[in-house]
């Protein structure tokens, strides 16, 4: 194991040394968090009693997106790894490809779930209600295993990809739908009839719906429902990651 915890370390040292990369990467989440937020609160009338605004509402959608587009994204490390040679240098030590990829995969996974702590944070000061100590752990359990599930996804497409370029559009082809069909944004209960089954196959609802239950006590899914598909597609994605990168070839 000493592998994985020499690859998790070298992705935490290399995502804190680079602070651009660390202000950068909040922007986007910031945006949506505020323009849509304070942009729609008014507007958006929540089903149910719960009692929450659209800003409390849309806050664990933001960090699930936050974690989903930094661990998916980081992926392109291998790519990286590949053209300046420290792939084929670690492909040739003494230790299997499986550990390789689990060291890659929890690297980007603690660096998204950092992210999306820091949105977590930040969202105190514009209207979300400090949740009790077990919902902070349920919350950050969800992000990381949308974290781990998504970064393993990330690095089956970059082991079969030589050109950074090409990965981002690919990964942006396939990372907005997934965002946009998981309830993010909009309660699963008010879209149409025909989108709902759609939303379901999305493995994202499920880490929505955890953060969701986690910082605000209500969700559309039941959280064990969330935490046993969601923690299946994880280990789905860990077993296809570990598959491609093992065909790696430098």
Request: glycine share 10%; aromatic share 12%.
């Amino acid at each position: 194991m000493d592998i994985v915890y020499t690859l998790w370390l070298r992705s935490l040292k290399r995502f804190v040394r680079s602070k651009s990369r660390i202000v950068g990467s909040l922007g986007m989440p910031l945006f949506f968090l505020l323009a849509l937020g304070f942009g729609l609160n008014a507007v958006v009338d929540m089903p149910g009693s719960s009692g929450e605004n659209y800003i409390q509402f849309l806050i664990p959608g933001i960090i699930a997106m936050t974690v989903l587009f930094t661990s998916v994204f980081s992926g392109i490390q291998i790519i990286w790894d590949k053209q300046f040679g420290f792939l084929k240098e670690t492909l040739v030590a003494p230790v299997s490809r499986l550990e390789i990829m689990l060291g890659q995969t929890f690297g980007g996974a603690t660096t998204a779930v950092i992210q999306g702590a820091f949105i977590l944070v930040l969202s105190l000061f514009i209207g979300l209600s400090l949740p009790s100590l077990t919902g902070f752990v349920i919350a950050f359990l969800f992000m990381a295993l949308i974290g781990i599930c998504f970064a393993a996804l990330g690095i089956a497409i970059a082991s079969k990809m030589e050109d950074m370029h090409g990965y981002q559009l690919i990964m942006n082809f396939v990372v907005f739908p997934i965002f946009g069909l998981s309830g993010a944004l909009f309660p699963i209960s008010s879209l149409p009839e025909w989108l709902i089954p759609l939303t379901l196959l999305d493995p994202l609802t499920y880490g929505v719906e955890g953060i969701r239950y986690g910082l605000l006590g209500t969700s559309a899914i039941h959280p064990l429902v969330c935490l046993g598909v969601l923690g299946a597609f994880t280990a789905v994605m860990i077993s296809i990651g570990a598959f491609l990168f093992k065909k790696t070839s430098i």
